[in-house]
Antibody
């Protein structure tokens, strides 16, 4: 059974940093693209970032480029999101999501499994 | 303002067929496949349709997807009370080095 378990959320001041983790199990982690998707309170879904199975390719939304860094440790089956220079508008539930295929296959961005999410609140 | 445009709300009575539209452009829907997600209240999203019209294992065949040009649609037939949820379309966008774009979401109410 595929499981994705996020952790690391919490309250942080504007300008601060936070690192989110997503522990994966139930599938060959290194074979799949992984993404972070966020949802601000009462709002819709916003894609944040994606990474290839090897970690060699990454994509970012313009809203986080230069501030957030996605990475993965395939030996630990864990996905990360390092968030720096946090702003109030980064307040959201952050979901870890598994791509259906490798980043280099068409349609990889169909996210077939999601974690339960972790809440990040940026406030003074 | 979302890159993909969905109606904010839709409604139907049990047993009815409802459709939800998703409008994009040549850089996203026009050149890439569309996925649909269902988000029940208080839960994580669930993949409902991928590659325009494919259903993951376990998704009832009451749900179907289609795409034409720069628009896509999700159809739900035999509407049930448990279908009341938010529905999102998504696609890859080739602009700006590439990124995933979501629609703003459609709140479906079963009357």
């Amino acid at each position: 059974e595929v499981q994705l378990l996020e952790s690391g959320g919490g309250l942080v001041q504007p300008g601060g940093s936070l690192r989110l983790s997503c522990a994966a199990s139930g599938f060959t982690f290194s074979s799949y693209a992984m993404s972070w998707v966020r949802q601000a309170p009462g709002k819709g879904l916003e894609w944040v970032s994606a990474i290839s199975g090897s970690g060699g390719s990454t994509y970012y939304a313009d809203s986080v480029k230069g501030r957030f860094t996605i990475s993965r440790d395939n030996s630990k089956n864990t996905l990360y999101l390092q968030m720096n220079s946090l702003r109030a508008e980064d307040t959201a539930v952050y979901y870890c999501a598994k791509g259906r295929t490798s980043l280099y296959s068409s349609g990889w961005y169909a996210f077939d499994y999601w974690g339960q999410g972790t809440l990040v609140t940026v406030s003074s | 303002q979302s890159v993909l445009t969905q109606p904010p709300s839709a409604s139907g009575t049990p047993g009815q067929r409802v459709t939800i539209s998703c409008s994009g452009s040549s850089s996203n829907i026009g050149s890439n496949t569309v996925n649909w997600y269902q988000q029940l209240p208080g839960t994580a999203p669930k993949l409902l349709i991928y590659s325009n019209n494919q259903r993951p294992s376990g998704v009832p065949d009451r749900f179907s997807g289609s795409k034409s040009g720069t628009s896509a649609s999700l159809a739900i037939s035999g509407l049930q009370s448990e279908d009341e949820a938010d529905y999102y379309c998504a696609a890859w966008d080739d602009s700006l080095n590439g990124h995933v774009v979501f629609g703003g979401g459609t709140k479906l109410t079963v009357l």
